[in-house]
């Protein structure tokens, strides 16, 4: 039974780098796709090839693309180059790509209209739209950002609302490791159009708070001054930043990582 094997990562930053390891760890061919200026090309892991390519060229990607006769396209931009993404769909389609992987990793995007997760959902809808195929998966929150989300630097850990609804977290690194897992192991047509729901932890966030002991005093809070992180907050507030953790079991043996494991608590 056919298996991926050729594979081209878009950006290779705190999600990209680790699935570019995992992959050539599985056996993969894997090229890094960066923009210009971009210094990614200097911290490759060891066996993976680079090409620096104007993003915002459709022929130039699709250029890339047949060069190294790529079979699946995994995008790990974040949330200022989620814009970009339908011309590299446009690249990859025109490259005959089989199967485009697009920048989720974060909580279920379906429905949405609006902000970063409306972007997300409508992109998953152009990539139907012009017949390539996707695989998208959801993580809920990354594990390894709830520091940031709650900011703790500030001595407190904020929580917009009451932070009784349960959300789902998961480390990067376990992000990383089912996406190159799936990616290498399973065959194409469990793939191809499938959405893939996963998780480390299912908590609320004052169970997280409470982790930390006195460390950090809950805030209670009404916003944040960063958008991004009131906008994230607000859908954990919702409930709807869970997946399920339905396709934890495809991952045979593997052994998730929690949150105390990751944030190094005692």
Do not use: C
Not at 96 to 106: A, I, M
Not at 148 to 175: C, M, P, Q, R
């Amino acid at each position: 039974m056919s298996r991926y094997t050729s594979f081209a990562v878009i950006g290779a930053g705190l999600i990209g780098g680790p699935i570019v390891q995992n992959l050539i760890d599985n056996g993969a061919s894997v090229v890094v796709i960066a923009r210009p200026g971009s210094s990614t090309a200097n911290k490759l892991p060891a066996g993976a090839k680079s090409a620096v390519v104007d993003l915002k060229s459709a022929s130039a990607l699709a250029a890339a693309f047949r060069e190294h006769k790529v079979e699946v396209v995994v995008s790990t931009v974040g949330h200022p180059g989620l814009p970009t993404q339908p011309v590299i769909a446009d690249g990859a389609k025109a490259a005959g790509v089989k199967l485009f992987v697009p920048s989720e990793f974060g909580v279920p995007t379906d429905g949405y209209t609006e902000g970063d997760l409306g972007v997300k959902s409508k992109f998953a809808s152009y990539l139907a739209e012009i017949g390539l195929p996707s695989a998208r998966i959801f993580n809920g929150l990354f594990i390894d950002f709830i520091p940031w989300a709650a900011e703790i630097d500030s001595g407190k850990f904020k929580i917009l609302g009451k932070g009784e609804s349960k959300v789902t977290v998961t480390a990067a690194e376990d992000i990383a490791g089912f996406t190159a897992y799936i990616l290498t192991n399973l065959p194409p047509s469990k793939l191809q159009n499938a959405a893939f729901r996963i998780q480390g932890a299912y908590v609320t966030l004052r169970e997280v708070a409470a982790l930390y002991g006195d460390a950090y005093p809950i805030e209670h809070v009404d916003k944040f001054e960063d958008a991004f992180k009131t906008g994230l907050q607000s859908v954990i507030e919702s409930g709807a930043a869970t997946t399920g953790g339905t396709s934890n079991e495809l991952w045979e043996g593997h052994q998730w990582k929690g949150i105390k494991e990751v944030l190094k608590l005692a």
